[in-house]
C-alpha cells in the first residue's frame, strides 16, 4: 500500500466524558470515525498523531484526544489499571512496535488482556514510536475500511 498523504484542516474542540471530565480533541478528515489516542506521556506536538493525521485523514473522521495531564494523574506508579481497564466496554486495539522497549511490549500485553474483546498488533520493525505508513495498514485491515 503506498502511503497517501492529504492536506488536513483541524478543528479544535472539547468533549466531557462520562465522569465530567473535559477532553480537548482535534477533527480532521472524513469517513468512519477513528479515534486516536497517543501512549502515556504524549500530547499533541510529540507523539504518532501529528505524522499520522496527514495520512489517516483520507481514511477516517479522525479524533485526537490529548490525554498528558489525564494520564499523569490516573497512572501513578505506571501499573496496568487492569480492574479498570476491565470495564471498558468501547472496542479497543493496542498496537505496539516490534523494537520498542520490553516493558512497553509487556504493557501493551497487559493493557489489551484487560480490555474485554481487546485485540492487538505488534507491528514488525517499529519502534515506540510507531511510523504512520506502518500503521494504516494495519487500522484499515482491523477497521475493515
Request: one cysteine or more.
Amino acid at each position: 500500500m503506498s502511503a497517501a498523504y492529504v492536506a488536513v484542516t483541524m478543528k479544535t474542540e472539547t468533549v466531557t466524558s462520562k465522569d465530567g471530565t473535559r477532553i480537548a480533541i482535534e477533527r480532521a478528515g472524513s469517513g468512519p470515525p477513528l479515534v486516536m489516542v497517543d501512549g502515556a506521556m504524549c500530547y499533541r506536538a510529540f507523539g504518532p498523531t501529528p505524522r499520522c493525521l496527514p495520512l489517516f485523514a483520507r481514511h477516517f473522521a479522525r479524533d485526537v484526544a490529548h490525554t498528558l495531564p489525564y494520564d499523569t494523574s490516573v497512572m501513578g506508579d505506571f501499573t496496568v489499571p487492569a480492574a479498570r481497564l476491565s470495564k471498558v466496554a468501547t472496542p479497543s486495539w493496542i498496537v505496539n512496535g516490534s523494537k520498542t522497549d520490553a516493558w512497553l511490549k509487556e504493557a501493551a500485553r497487559l493493557v489489551a488482556a484487560a480490555i474485554p474483546g481487546a485485540s492487538r498488533r505488534e507491528l514488525a520493525g517499529q519502534t515506540h514510536n510507531v511510523g504512520p505508513e506502518a500503521l494504516l495498514p494495519a487500522q484499515l485491515e482491523m477497521t475493515r475500511v
